[in-house]
Structure formats: structure tokens, C-alpha cells
């Protein structure tokens, strides 16, 4: 039997928008950075999942951008007009809406409204423009983590599956004392900036967010930016009775390579596979060892441009073992492999909004472009993209409830 991956498209995202980049004189990076290429207007986005749609995608990531200011915005009209428009056209896609806090003018929306706005749209049904899945945990989040840190408590592997870090989520009173978040990140000149916040806060949002896609029999959603920080987050959330992440049986988790120093673009099919092996773990409770939710993997590059180049170099494993390969190419390769236990490969504008030429120039590309490339890449390893909208939605467990018996049939 060939392997099968659903393939994805991150559309729009939070860190390339006009403010902020600051422009450098370089016409090609600016173009890039400043997220001018990127699907803002209903009618470009019609358009643009019409046509990734038609090279086999079926799961669109989608942050919701301001249509006149081109910023990322918290308006839960813009959420639902596109994802009505989504799903009313083509209900073979999966759905994922992200959440950050970065960018201006959802820093003064937070301000004014309250934490609450930044993940509000996890309240949304899916018959009112809501989305299978939300994305609750990406970088504010791990506020938590580093209050933790300040404790006293080194966040390290073998600390996140010990006894110890149960006691520690079980005892644990976050702290109420806001600060400015600062969050080791590879990101454009403001799009790490996520304002001020404090654990509890962040804590309590999450869990409101949680609680809100259980009201609507949705599944949920996390997205990995600091390798142990955000394995760590994930455990606790799960583990955490007031949160209680995938109680309904299933997780899917995006793995963003590149998008910090502590979460590197890999070098080498054992990097790639020592994530997704801890991430996959997260199926099993920390105490008994009990398989108790699905975890579906999904892989991006999130390399800058300006870090693009570095990341080319030859590949370690496959039929094109010793080829030259770009972030989006290496990233295929490794999904493609027979135990990689991927199940979405992303690309598009929010990870990696540009392409290298075979001279190694950068230039600037579209979702549809990069969808191209990344079906291009699948197909040459051997990859089908799953394009079927019954096993799309049953590889991603957003088809229905997965009880104990699903899970158990899964686990086989």
C-alpha cells in the first residue's frame, strides 16, 4: 500500500503583514516580508482555494487579516465570512483557524477587550463559520512554562516524563504578576511581539478555549515553536484538570521546524524524528502509560527568508539520499518516509512565503505555488496526496466523536 498525507496550506498568518516588517532596501525580502503577495481580500481567497483545492490540498490554516489594513485581525466576522465561504463550497476541506498575539492591532483589541479576544473564535460552530480545529496553544502560552522555569524547574526532557512534573501541574498556582513577553523566536521585526500578560491569564484563556470547543463537539488543535517548552505545555494542558486538553480523544499537533532556536529547522531524519517521537508520546497518559487520545502530526518549515539559504543542503534519507534540497523540499522528504507518522504536510505563506531558484536566489511565490511544489515533492517519494473527503476527515479524527472503542481500534 502507498503512503498517504493530507496536504496543507498555512494561507496568511500573523508575522507578514506591512507593520510588522521594517522595510531593509531590499526590493525582493521587503516584497516578501511585507506580506503583499498574501490572499486578503474574499475574492483572492476564493480564488486561491479554488486553486489549491485543484492540486489536492484539503486543510487550510487560516489567520484572518484586516481587509483594508492587511493586519492580522481578532474580528469574528472575518473568521466566519471565510469560513462559511469555505465551507459552503467546499465541504471536503478541514478547517484550522490560528490565534497569536501578536501584530498591533490585535494587541490593542486584547487591551481594550480583554485575553479572551485573542481565542474567541474557538467559540464558533461550525455551521456559523467556526473551523474543525483552532489553534490553543503557540507561543504566549508558554508564559506558563517560564514561570515554572523562574521556580526553580529545568524543562527538559526527562523532567517532562517524570513523577516530579506531575506533582508540579497538579500543585501548581500560576502567577498572577503581568509582564511584557518576551519569547525567543525567529520572526520578522515586530512579529514577536506579544504584548503584556501573565501565566494566569494565559492559563485560564486556555482553558476557556478548551471548554468552548467541547461545548461544540470540536476537536483541538496546538502548534510547537520551543521544542521542550512546548512538549512540556501540551503535557500540562492534558494532564491539567482544569484544562484538560483532547479529553475528546483527539490532538492534532503541528510542529513548527525553524520557528525558534529552540525548535531548529532539523538537519537530519533522527532531529526530525526525535519531535515527532515526543509528540506522539502525548497519546498516553504520564502516569499509567494508557493510550487515551490520537495524536495527528502535522509538519511545516518555518524558516525566514533570510535564513533560507542555510537551511539548503543535502538530504539524509530516501531515494534522494545526497540531493541538494531547499527547507520545503527536506521537510517532504521527511514526511514521505515510511515511519515518519506525519499525517498533514503544511506549507504556504505563513511559514516560508518565498522560493529559491536553482542559483539560490530568493523570490517572492504564492499558496498556490507552494502547494504546487510540495505536491510536486510528495509525488517524486513516492506520496500520495489523500484527497478524499471521508479519509481526510477521518485521518485528522474530525469526522465525529472518538470514543475509548475508536481510540483502541486506532492504537491497533
Not at 469574528?76 to 469555505?86: A, F
Not at 498591533?104 to 474543525?132: F, Q, T
Amino acid at each position: 500500500m502507498s503512503r498517504s498525507l493530507v496536504l496543507g496550506c498555512c494561507s496568511t498568518g500573523a508575522k507578514y503583514t506591512p507593520l510588522n516588517h521594517r522595510n531593509t532596501g531590499d526590493e525582493i525580502l521587503d516584497e516578501i516580508c511585507n506580506g503583499v503577495n498574501i490572499a486578503v481580500g474574499i475574492e483572492e481567497i476564493r480564488d486561491e482555494i479554488r486553486r489549491i483545492r485543484g492540486i489536492g490540498c484539503r486543510y487550510y490554516h487560516y489567520h484572518a487579516r484586516n481587509f483594508a489594513t492587511r493586519e492580522q485581525t481578532t474580528d469574528n466576522g472575518v473568521y466566519q465570512r471565510v469560513g462559511s465561504e469555505i465551507l459552503a463550497r467546499h465541504p471536503d476541506m478541514v478547517l484550522s483557524y490560528g490565534a497569536s498575539r501578536n501584530g498591533p492591532e490585535v494587541i490593542a483589541n486584547i487591551g481594550r477587550l480583554g485575553e479572551w479576544e485573542r481565542v474567541s473564535h474557538a467559540d464558533l460552530p461550525l455551521e456559523a463559520g467556526g473551523a474543525h480545529f483552532i489553534t490553543m496553544q503557540a507561543a504566549i502560552e508558554l508564559q506558563i512554562l517560564r514561570d515554572l522555569e523562574e521556580r526553580g524547574r529545568a524543562v527538559t526532557l526527562d523532567y517532562i516524563e517524570s513523577p516530579e512534573f506531575l506533582e508540579d501541574i497538579a500543585g501548581y498556582v500560576p502567577s498572577t504578576r503581568a509582564e511584557d513577553v518576551k519569547l525567543e523566536t525567529n520572526s520578522t521585526a515586530n512579529g514577536g511581539n506579544y504584548g503584556r500578560s501573565s501565566p494566569a491569564l494565559q492559563m485560564d484563556t486556555y482553558g476557556s478555549a478548551i471548554a468552548a470547543r467541547r461545548r461544540h463537539g470540536l476537536h483541538d488543535e496546538v502548534e510547537w515553536v520551543q521544542f521542550e517548552r512546548s512538549y512540556a505545555m501540551t503535557r500540562f494542558a492534558i494532564e491539567r484538570q482544569d484544562i484538560r486538553l483532547a479529553d475528546r480523544g483527539q490532538l492534532n499537533i503541528t510542529l513548527l521546524f525553524g520557528f525558534s532556536p529552540k525548535l531548529p529547522f532539523p538537519t537530519s531524519y533522527e532531529e526530525f524524528r526525535t519531535v515527532v517521537r515526543a509528540a506522539k508520546r502525548l497519546e498516553r497518559d504520564l502516569a499509567t502509560g494508557e493510550r487515551r487520545r490520537r495524536v495527528t502530526i502535522s509538519v511545516g518549515a518555518a524558516v525566514l527568508p533570510q535564513h533560507a539559504a542555510k537551511a539548503v543542503g543535502p538530504l539524509d534519507v530516501g531515494r534522494d539520499r545526497g540531493r541538494r534540497v531547499t527547507a520545503l523540499q527536506r521537510l517532504a522528504a521527511y514526511a514521505a518516509e515510511a515511519d515518519s507518522e506525519v499525517d498533514v504536510l503544511r506549507v504556504g505563506m505563513e511559514d516560508s512565503p518565498y522560493r529559491l531558484d536553482d542559483d539560490g536566489a530568493l523570490r517572492p511565490t504564492t499558496n498556490v505555488e507552494l502547494c504546487e511544489m510540495a505536491a510536486e515533492e510528495l509525488h517524486r517519494h513516492g506520496v500520495t496526496v489523500l484527497t478524499d473527503g471521508v479519509k481526510v476527515s477521518t485521518r485528522l479524527g474530525c469526522g465525529g466523536e472518538l470514543g475509548d472503542s475508536a481510540i483502541g481500534i486506532a492504537a491497533e
